[in-house]
């Protein structure tokens, strides 16, 4: 198969979709699962939550932000806020359902 190589221009994320990111992982979310809720490479996100920790966190200046996109990237944080939050206490039904038999 011949597969050619197209431009492809990076994506510019705002310092609080970022934040939001780093966030999630912080708060126990694992880095995959993450990336799987807000759709950005695995990598990207690795580097994101390194830069937190050393305190060099920054975000794209390049372009202007919509409100729209800003909106977006708050749902999509909130949204794996959410997840994980139904996905622990799924579990923790599970758990008291299995001891109480």
Known sequence: ???TKTAMSRASYTLEFKQEAVRLVE???SIAGAVRTLG???QTLFNWVKASRAGKLCGADSKPVSAEQMEIARLRAELARVKME???LGK???YFAKASS
């Open 1 to 3: 198969m011949n597969k």
């Open 27 to 29: 708060g126990g979310q």
């Open 86 to 88: 139904r996905d622990i």
């Open 40 to 42: 950005v490479v695995d």
């Open 92 to 94: 923790a039904t599970a």
